[in-house]
Every structure is written in C-alpha cells, then in structure tokens.
C-alpha cells in the first residue's frame, strides 16, 4: 500500500488515529499506542500489494532484513564511540550504511529487482546522520533504546517522502507529553496541513498531470518547441512537481502533528526565490538541509584540514559540485537525472561569483524592482533545471 495514494489509506489511518486523539485531548501520553498503530501501518505499507490483496513477502523481508541491519550499525557504532574515536571505522560505517541504499540504486540500472522497498532512501539518511552525530558527540545517551530507534527510523508518516527529520528534535518530541491545550492547537496545524495536501496533491496536481501534462509532449507549438517538448511543458511539469511533492509533504507533516511530532516543513513558496541559494532554502529543505550538512560542509572542512587545496573558493565549488552530482544519482542514474544535478551546481557557483563581484562593484542595487527581476529569473532558471529532471529535453 502507497503511503497518501489512496482514500482507503486516509480511511485506515484516520481510524487507527482516533484513540491517539482522545489521549492527546486528555493530556495523556499516546507514546505506547502509537508505536503499536506505527507497526500496524508499516505492515500494511510494505506487506499489502492493494492491486490482489496478496503479501508482498520481498517487501516485507527486506525491511526487516535492512531495519535490524542499520539498528545494529547505529548500536555497534554509539558502543564503540563512547570509547574510542577511529576515523577509518567511522567512515567504514557510515559506507556500510549507504551500501544497501547503493545496491538499490544500481542494481535496476542492470535489469535486477533482488532488494529495494519504499522508503529505503530516506530510512538511510536518517542513519547516516545518527552515525555522523554520534561521531561528532552529538548523542550524549550512554544508551539508545532499540523501539525509540526503530520509532525514529521507520516513522510512517514520513518513510515514503520525507521531509527528514533530525534525532535530537524528534527524540524531544517523542518523550514530550503535551498538554491539552498545546496539542489541541498540533492537532488544529495538522488537520489543516492535511486539508493543503488533498488540495495540493488531489485537486491542483491532479488537474495539471491528467488534464494537461499528459498531453502537452505530443503537441507542436511552433517557436515556442523545444526538445521533444515545449516551454510550456516546462512550467506545467514545474508546478505538477511542486504541488504534487508538497501535497505528500503536507500530509507527513500532517499526521506527524497528530502523533506529537513536530515534522519540520519542506516547502517554504520556493517559486519566489530571489537566487539560486535562496531557492535550495525553500525546496525540499530537508533534503537540501542534510546534504548541505552532511555531504557538503564535511566536505569542505576536511579538504580544508589535509590543506590539499589553498584556495577557499576552489574547495567549495568542488563541495557544490560533489553534492549535487549525489542528489543527481540519489533520484537515479539515468542521464538526466545527473544532468539535473550538475546544472544546479553550475548555477549556485555562477551566483556565488557573481554575488563577490557585486560586493565590490555594487552595480546591481537591491530595491523591489531588481528584487522582481532576480525573483522572474530564478523561476525561468529553476523551471529549466525541472524540464531536465523531466528527461523530456534529452
């Protein structure tokens, strides 16, 4: 079953959600019965194929297999660390940690479905990040609890498409009784982020995939034709993949609100970037957060310690390109998946030279009408970058 792809699973999930409610209301810790629905609606997620009502055994076995497996690295590794502090283990870890992910990801490009389940990615950035804070010190707990770590790892609202959440904020909010009034007022934000997500997703991105998007690639425009496709391909494809990702974002953020779990946002009106950097602000800030901080910044700060290269700028524009050739290959290893990634990389190094230019020459003036165009700019940039994504333009 498909998290928020079907009436039925609001249905379900909606039910299951009843008995969190009244204790939330009551001021009373749901912590118990929502791990138990969490089990519930996991087995419903991965062991129910909706289109025979069969189980899905492959499914079921590899999030088991894959759960205990990272459990047992994040335990080992948090033993370890509290005595010791090896740089080749550590990275030795988090690889073995990003292995399995790997595999899932080559192993389709070869025509071989061995392992793979919804929600593999994310359930890896969440371990990746526990590891790379236990080796920073972040996870002062001499012992982390097995259920809090599976609770945390396999959260259902957001295993399917985020927005990912941070250890610390969530451990917070999981050992955080509220009282009547407080979550009275979650429950109030979460319904009403799930309202934006049937409208998002149900209503707007419905409309723009089956009434045009479907359409638009077999139809010649004339001038305006680019590729296989034509522009205006590019700006409804833009906002079917706004709303439709935003739409699922709404509803994880949503339903985490009712279970207690202040999920962070991923969108924050992204079309209305004045530049590059401030549109990787507002899209997908999540994802875009934890590789900035897990992939880049790491990045930067260790060519920074070997001293391999002097030059700061040179040493952070190979941390862009780094980061976004990886978001590239993390949505797949066809052609314009990569294409998608570096194009981005040269747009935030091409702003950032810009941006040391203008300190010095101040020729272009910050005011609400440079503002507009910087604003209708970055849209044009970004809507491109989206129509590459597509794999219509190649």
């Known amino acids: 079953m498909i998290p928020y792809s079907s009436f039925l699973f609001f249905?379900?999930?909606?039910?299951?959600?009843?008995?969190?409610?009244?204790?939330?209301?009551?001021?009373?810790s749901a912590k118990k019965y929502n791990l138990f629905i969490s089990i519930v609606i996991l087995a419903l997620i991965f062991g129910i194929d909706m289109a025979d009502f069969s189980i899905n055994e492959k499914s079921v076995l590899s999030i088991i297999l894959f759960t205990i497996f990272q459990i047992s690295l994040i335990k080992g590794y948090h033993i370890y660390r509290l005595r010791k502090n090896s740089t080749a283990l550590f990275v030795m870890a988090v690889l073995l940690a990003i292995a399995p992910l790997i595999v899932v990801k080559v192993?389709?490009?070869?025509?071989?479905?061995?392992?793979?389940?919804?929600?593999?990615?994310?359930i890896t950035f969440k371990a990746v990040q526990m590891i790379m804070e236990i080796r920073d010190g972040m996870m002062k707990k001499q012992s982390i609890s097995i259920s809090e770590l599976i609770y945390f790892?396999?959260?259902?609202?957001?295993?399917?498409?985020?927005?990912?959440?941070?250890?610390?904020?969530?451990?917070?909010?999981?050992?955080?009784?509220?009282?009547?009034?407080e979550y009275a007022d979650l429950l109030s934000k979460g319904i009403h982020h799930i309202f934006l997500g049937f409208l998002?997703?149900?209503?707007?991105?419905?409309?723009?995939?089956?009434?045009?998007?479907?359409?638009?690639?077999?139809?010649?425009?004339g001038m305006l034709s680019i590729g296989e496709g034509n522009i205006l391909y590019m700006y409804v494809y833009s906002f079917y993949l706004f709303?439709?990702?935003?739409?699922?974002?709404h509803f994880a953020i949503g339903f985490s609100y009712i279970l207690g779990i202040k999920t962070p946002k991923n969108f924050n009106l992204p079309f209305i970037s004045r530049n590059i950097k401030d549109f990787w602000n507002r899209w997908h800030m999540s994802l875009s957060f934890w590789f900035?901080?897990?992939?880049?910044?790491?990045?930067?700060?260790?060519?920074?310690?070997?001293?391999?290269?002097?030059?700061?700028?040179?040493?952070?524009?190979?941390?862009?390109?780094?980061?976004?050739?990886?978001?590239?290959?993390?949505?797949?290893?066809?052609?314009?998946?990569?294409?998608y990634g570096?194009?981005?990389?040269?747009?935030?190094?091409?702003?950032?030279?810009?941006?040391?230019?203008?300190?010095?020459?101040?020729?272009?003036?910050?005011?609400?009408?440079?503002?507009?165009?910087?604003?209708?700019?970055?849209?044009?940039?970004?809507?491109f970058g989206f129509y590459i994504f597509s794999g219509q333009l190649f």
């Not at 249905?11 to 009373?28: D, E």
């Not at 941070?166 to 909010?173: A, G, H, I, L, V």
């Not at 709303?243 to 974002?249: E, M, Q």
Request: proline residues 3%; charged residues 20%.
């Open 11 to 28: 249905f379900i999930l909606f039910f299951f959600l009843i008995p969190s409610i009244v204790l939330g209301l009551l001021g009373k």
């Open 107 to 122: 192993l389709p490009f070869f025509n071989l479905h061995i392992f793979g389940f919804l929600g593999v990615s994310y």
């Open 153 to 181: 790892l396999l959260f259902f609202p957001t295993i399917s498409s985020g927005p990912i959440d941070r250890w610390k904020r969530f451990d917070k909010d999981f050992h955080q009784t509220l009282p009547t009034a």
């Open 200 to 221: 998002y997703k149900f209503i707007i991105a419905f409309f723009l995939y089956n009434k045009l998007l479907l359409f638009l690639p077999d139809q010649n425009f």
């Open 243 to 249: 709303f439709d990702f935003a739409g699922y974002s």
């Open 292 to 339: 900035r901080d897990y992939v880049y910044m790491r990045f930067v700060f260790w060519m920074t310690k070997k001293k391999w290269i002097k030059n700061r700028y040179i040493v952070s524009y190979l941390g862009y390109f780094l980061l976004f050739f990886l978001m590239g290959i993390w949505h797949g290893l066809e052609f314009h998946f990569i294409a």
């Open 342 to 383: 570096l194009y981005h990389a040269l747009l935030i190094i091409c702003f950032d030279k810009f941006e040391r230019w203008n300190k010095k020459k101040k020729v272009w003036k910050d005011n609400k009408w440079t503002h507009a165009i910087a604003v209708i700019t970055t849209f044009h940039f970004i809507c």
